[in-house]
Structures are given as C-alpha cells and as structure tokens.
C-alpha cells in the first residue's frame, strides 16, 4: 500500500505538470459536493499553509454513524517551526485523516515517502508540518467509511502486504508522536537537538526561524 501511495503521487505529477494541488481519493468514503472548492480555497486564503483538510465524520461499513470526536488540529497562524513541531506533537491527532486533505505538489513530490514504517500518514504530516501551516477547514465536507477495526496488526497486513520484521525489530520502524516527540519542547534557549530518525524531520536548530 505504502508503494501505490507513491506511484499514485508520481503519476499525478508527472501526467498534470501544471497542477497546483494533489489529493488522494478513496473510493469507499463520502465526499462533499464542495469539499475541491473549500480545500482550494482554504489553500488560496493562506499561502502558507501547505496541506488544507476538512472536518471529518465516520460511518460503518453498513451506513451506521460511529459516535467519535471530530478532529480539530491546525497549526493555520503558527509561523516559527518550532511552534508548530510543539502543536504537532502535543496536539497532532488525527494524521489519518489529514493525509487525506489537499497539499501543495511541490511539497507533496518531496514529502511522499516509500520508506517501509508503520504509521506513514504520522510520517508526512509530521515533515509538512515542518514545511508550513496546516489549515483545518471547520465543516464536515468528508465521511469516511470503516472497513475494520484499526489496529497495528491490521496496518502491518494492509501497509506492508504482511511482509515485515517481526515486532519490535528495527527493520521496519513504527513513527510515531511518541518517538518523535522527544524534541517537542524547544525555543530560541535551547541547544540544536537533532530529531530523532528518520533524518528526514530535519534538524531541529533549523526551527528557530
């Protein structure tokens, strides 16, 4: 799966050079009439922003509404790095639903990575953020359809079409905001901290701008 993530971003970019924005699209969930047009607009409204993403409901396979808190994180309005690395990893729930929001090309074709990790979706949002803002639109324009419960064994079948390092291993790493917030606290005061790997979240000296 993590593969055809890429391979789908790759085809975008290279088949519509010109275009501004890339969005994954799943086929199974609902999506609003008006969810491009907001998500456009969203982007256009904040130049710095580098991922725009809606308000999200959940649904059963069969129809039925699944009672869960909507998810609010947004770091629009948040200029220096190091506030929005500490939003992210204070306050970052929800990366499975964001990685399914609007980004801009640019970004997306050096952000979408083929590295073989659990919670990939973590993985990008966690280097956009670094990159800029990201704008959360306050309306329900995506409902989006459970087709199992979420688990990590679920996410080793499905994203690593079961071929992985037993658990625990380091041969396929598992990114997550408890592993990367080691470095979520930080200011003009503090010493450079390097990130931990993959080395791809940058230096952390750099989020003194």
């Not at 080793?156 to 079409?161: F, K, P, Q, S, V």
């Not at 080691?182 to 993959?198: E, G, K, W």
Request: aromatic share 8%.
């Amino acid at each position: 799966m993590i593969p055809t993530w890429r391979e789908v971003a790759e085809i975008a970019i290279r088949e519509y050079p010109s275009a501004e924005y890339f969005a994954w699209v799943s086929d199974h969930d609902q999506w609003h009439s008006r969810w491009l047009a907001e998500m456009v607009h969203a982007l256009d409204s904040n130049p710095a922003a580098v991922l725009a993403y809606p308000m999200t409901k959940r649904l059963e396979p069969d129809g039925t509404p699944v009672e869960k808190d909507l998810r609010v994180f947004q770091t629009a309005g948040l200029t220096r790095v190091a506030d929005r690395w500490r939003e992210f990893c204070l306050k970052g729930i929800g990366s499975g639903d964001m990685v399914y929001g609007l980004m801009r090309v640019p970004l997306c074709a050096q952000r979408v990575s083929s590295a073989r990790v659990m919670n990939p979706d973590r993985l990008l949002i966690a280097e956009l953020t670094l990159q800029g803002q990201i704008q959360r639109v306050p309306e329900v324009l995506w409902v989006r359809r459970r087709s199992a419960v979420a688990s990590i064994t679920r996410q080793r079948i499905t994203l690593l079409a079961g071929n992985y390092a037993p658990h625990g291993s380091r041969g396929h790493p598992c990114c997550s905001t408890r592993t990367i917030s080691r470095a979520n606290i930080f200011d003009r005061r503090s010493p450079p901290v390097r990130l931990p790997a993959p080395a791809a979240y940058a230096d952390a000296s750099r989020s003194t701008r």
